[in-house]
C-alpha cells in the first residue's frame, strides 16, 4: 500500500544534506548578484528542495520560539510594572514629606534619618527623611536615640536569635564585601577598631520598639556636667554683651563684628541642643528666626561662613527637624554659589551676600588650598536636601581638578591654588597646618559621607597619608614624641601648628573606617605628642605653634615655643582628635588628658563676669595676658567636643551616622547604594 502511494506520488524524493553555497556557485553569469529579489528567489528554491520531515521540524522549532518567546514577553512586563510601581511608591513616599524636596536617590540618596540605621541589621528600610518642625525637643540625651530595631524582636529570644542571625550574616557579608586595594594595601570597608565585642553588646540590648523608646537615657556625668556649666558660663557673656554679635569681648564686655551674623550663636546651636540646654537653645531659635537676615551688603569668607554657618544650620536641622534651619541654610547656599563663578571654577575667597559678587582678596587672585577643598561637606549635603545638584556639582568639580593637578608632593599638596588658571602657586612648600590641614580631613569625610563609594578621594587621602609619612615625620627629643614638621622647598622644619592636631582624630576616623592599621598606631603616637603640647607648657595650655627639638640637649623638654607663636585661641582640635581617640578604644587616659585641658581653660581663661578668652602667654600663669576675644568656635567646637568625650554614650552623635565637618557639626552619612 505505501509502496503503491508512493509510486502514485512520483519518483521518490531523496533526503539530503543542505550545502551553503560558496560564492563561485552563487555567482551567476554575468556576475555576482545579490539583489535582494535574487537573494528571496535562491531562499525559496532551497526550501522546496528540502524534505517534507525538515521543513516539518523547521516549523516546528519556529513555532516553539514564538511560543516561548511569547511567554517571557509576559513575564518580563510583569516585572517592569513592578519595578515602575515600587520607583512610584518610593517617589510619592519622598513627596509626603513636607517642606522637602528630595533628588533622584539615584544621583543623591534620600536624608538620613537621625535614628536610622545601616549596616549592622539585616532589613534596611526606605530612608524617611526629618520629621516636621518642632517634633524633636528636649534633652538631647533623651533625643538622640539608637537605632531603631525591627519591630518583630519582640521577646528576648528573639533578640538572641537575631544576634546569632546577624553574626553569621556578618561573616558571609565579610567575605563577599568588596574589597578595596590601594597601591597593594588592602582596605576592609568594614572592618572596625572599635573593641570587637561592642557591636554585638549594642544588639544585645531591648531590641523591640518599645523597648528601644523606655531606653533609659545614659545619665550625664561629673566631668559632663562641668562642660555643661562651662558653656552656660560662656553663653551668659554671649548672652549679656554680645547677643546676636559674632564674637563675644568678654573683658570689655562688648563685641566684635566679623560678618555680622550672629557667628557665635548659630555656631553653638547644635552645642546646646547636644548638651541638652533646652532653655538656651529655644531662646536662641527665637533669634534665628526673627533677627538673623543674611540680604546684608556685606563681604563674607566663603570657608569661614560655609563651616560655621551653613554647616551649623544644616546639622541643627537634623539634630532638631525644625525646618526653620533648613530654610536658612538654603538661604545662605544660594548666596554663596557666586564664589564659583571663576575662570577655573575654583571659588573666589570672599562673597558678597547681599549683591552676589565675588572676589578673590585684594592683593591676589590666589585662594587657599584648604579653603576651597573643605565646603564640599556642607554642599554637598545642602543638594541632597534640596534636590537642587548645583550646590554638589560645584563643589565637586573643585575636588576633581585639584585631583588631576601636578605641583603635588607624594599627595601633599601647596597651600595656594590660583582663582583664574587653576594651578596651585607658591609651590614647594607642604604642611598639614594652616591653609592645608582640612584639604586632607575632608577627602577622608568625603568619601565617609557619600558611603565609601568615591575612590579618587581615598586613593588622594591615602596617598597624603603616605606622604606625611615620608616627608613629616620626625622624633623629637628627649622624649621621641612623633610629630609633623613643614617641608619648605626640601628643607625640613620641625614646626607643628595646633591646627595640625586634628590629624590623630581623622587618622583614627580612617581606621575606624576599615583602612590601613597603621593610621591607627600613628594617631595614637600623634596624640600622645599634642598632649604634650599642653602637659609641657607652664599654664597647661598649648601655643599656636610649637618648635621640637630634634638633639637632645640638657634641660630642654621636646617643645620650644617662639615668642610670637605663645598665644592659645581656645582652639578645639586637641580636644577634637581625643574624642575620637576615646571612641575607639575605650582608653580613659583620653578623657582624663581632656579634663587636665578643661581644667586649665578655666583656670587661665575663664572671665569671672561672664565669657571665656583668648589668652597671648600660655608660658606665664601668673599673667596669661588675656586678648578679649572668646572665637566661636569654643562653643561650637571645643566645648563640644569636651562634652562628647566625657560620655560614655556611643549615641551621642554615633561616629557610624554622622561625619562632622572641620567646624564640628555632624552631618549625616549617606545611605550606601
Ligand atoms: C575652626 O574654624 C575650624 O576647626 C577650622 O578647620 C580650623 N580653625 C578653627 C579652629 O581652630
Known amino acids: 500500500m505505501y509502496s503503491g502511494a508512493a509510486a502514485a506520488a512520483g519518483p521518490p524524493r531523496r533526503d539530503f544534506i543542505s ?11 554575468g556576475g555576482y548578484n545579490n539583489s535582494k529579489a535574487w537573494r528571496r528567489r535562491s531562499c525559496w528554491r532551497k526550501w522546496k528542495q528540502l524534505s517534507r520531515l525538515q521543513r516539518s521540524v523547521i516549523l516546528f522549532l519556529f513555532a516553539f520560539l514564538a511560543v516561548c518567546g511569547v511567554i517571557s514577553y509576559t513575564s518580563m512586563g510583569e516585572a517592569w510594572k513592578s519595578i515602575t510601581n515600587k520607583s512610584l511608591d518610593e517617589q510619592r513616599t519622598e513627596q509626603e514629606i513636607p517642606g522637602l524636596k528630595l533628588s533622584n536617590p539615584a544621583v543623591l540618596p534620600a536624608p538620613q534619618k537621625a535614628d536610622a540605621n545601616h ?66 594595601a588592602v582596605i576592609e570597608p568594614d ?30 556625668n561629673e566631668r559632663q556636667l562641668a562642660v555643661i556649666e562651662a558653656f552656660r558660663h560662656a553663653w551668659k557673656g554671649y548672652k549679656d554683651f554680645a547677643w546676636g554679635h559674632d564674637e563675644l569681648k568678654p573683658l570689655s564686655k562688648s563685641y566684635s563684628e566679623w560678618f555680622g551674623l550672629g557667628l557665635t550663636l548659630i555656631d553653638a546651636l547644635d552645642t546646646m541642643w547636644i548638651l541638652g540646654l533646652k532653655e538656651e ?34 546639622s541643627t536641622y537634623h539634630l532638631s527637624g525644625d525646618s526653620l534651619f533648613l530654610e536658612k541654610a538654603k538661604d545662605i547656599g544660594n548666596r554663596l554659589m557666586p564664589a564659583f563663578k571663576t575662570p577655573s571654577k575654583i571659588p ?137 614638621g613643614e617641608l619648605a622647598h626640601g628643607h625640613f622644619s620641625a614646626k607643628m601648628d595646633h591646627l595640625v592636631c586634628f590629624l590623630p582624630g581623622t587618622l583614627a576616623l580612617g581606621a575606624h ?93 575663664r572671665v569671672p563676669t561672664g565669657g571665656y578668652t583668648s589668652i597671648n602667654n600660655v608660658q606665664n600663669p601668673s599673667n596669661p595676658e588675656p586678648r578679649d576675644k572668646m572665637e566661636s568656635f569654643f562653643l561650637g567646637e571645643t566645648l563640644k567636643y569636651m562634652f562628647l568625650l566625657f560620655s560614655d554614650d556611643i549615641d551621642l552623635i554615633n561616629l557610624d551616622k554622622y561625619v562632622f565637618n572641620t567646624e564640628a557639626h555632624p552631618l549625616p552619612i549617606w545611605v550606601p547604594a
Open 19 to 29: 550545502v551553503t553555497l560558496g560564492p563561485e556557485e552563487a555567482v551567476g553569469v
Open 119 to 184: 549596616g549592622d541589621y539585616p532589613e534596611l528600610s526606605l530612608q524617611k527623611p526629618p520629621k516636621p518642625p518642632h517634633v524633636r525637643r528636649g534633652p538631647s540625651n533623651l533625643q538622640i536615640k539608637a537605632p531603631r530595631r525591627d519591630a518583630r524582636l519582640n521577646t528576648r529570644h528573639d533578640a538572641i536569635r537575631a544576634v546569632e542571625e546577624l553574626v553569621e550574616a556578618d561573616k558571609v557579608e565579610k567575605t563577599e564585601k568588596s574589597i578595596i586595594s590601594w597601591r597593594g
Open 191 to 220: 572592618q572596625s577598631t572599635e573593641p570587637p565585642s561592642s557591636k554585638i553588646k549594642e544588639l544585645e540590648k531591648p531590641s523591640s520598639v518599645e523597648a528601644e523608646d523606655q531606653k533609659e537615657p545614659v545619665p550625664i
Open 281 to 314: 537653645f529655644e531662646e536662641a531659635r527665637k533669634w534665628v528666626a526673627s533677627d538673623l537676615v543674611f540680604d546684608k551688603n556685606v563681604d563674607v569668607n566663603l570657608f569661614e561662613s560655609t563651616i560655621r554657618i551653613l554647616g551649623g544650620l544644616l
Open 348 to 484: 573666589y575667597s570672599d562673597v558678597n551676600i547681599g549683591r552676589g559678587t565675588a572676589h578673590p582678596p585684594r592683593w591676589t587672585s590666589d585662594s587657599t588650598v584648604a579653603e576651597v577643598t573643605s565646603v564640599q561637606l556642607e554642599f554637598r549635603e545642602l543638594s541632597r536636601l534640596t534636590g537642587d545638584e548645583k550646590f554638589q556639582k560645584a563643589v565637586d568639580e573643585v575636588m576633581k581638578h585639584v585631583h588631576t593637578l601636578s605641583g603635588k608632593n607624594d599627595g601633599l599638596v601647596p597651600m595656594f591654588i590660583n582663582t583664574n588658571s587653576g594651578q596651585f602657586t607658591h609651590l614647594g612648600v607642604y604642611t598639614l597646618g594652616a591653609r592645608a590641614d582640612s584639604y586632607y580631613e575632608y577627602l577622608l569625610k568625603q568619601w565617609i559621607q557619600g558611603g565609601k563609594k568615591e575612590n579618587e578621594l581615598l586613593e588622594d587621602y591615602m596617598r597624603a597619608i603616605e606622604g606625611v609619612k615620608k616627608h613629616l615625620l620626625q622624633r623629637s627629643e628627649p622624649k621621641k614624641l612623633t610629630f609633623v
Open 513 to 605: 573606617n576599615g583602612l590601613a592599621a597603621d593610621h591607627m598606631k600613628l594617631a595614637e603616637a600623634l596624640i600622645e605628642t599634642c598632649y604634650q603640647m599642653y602637659a609641657q607648657v607652664e599654664t597647661g595650655l598649648s601655643p599656636e605653634i610649637v618648635h621640637f627639638n630634634l638633639r637632645a640637649q640638657k634641660g630642654h623638654k621636646d617643645v620650644e615655643i617662639k615668642p610670637a607663636d605663645r598665644h592659645n585661641l581656645l582652639r578645639p582640635e586637641t580636644v577634637e582628635s581625643l574624642f575620637y581617640m576615646y571612641r575607639f578604644t575605650g582608653d580613659k587616659k583620653y578623657q582624663d588628658w581632656g579634663w587636665e585641658i578643661l581644667q586649665n581653660f578655666n583656670r587661665y581663661t
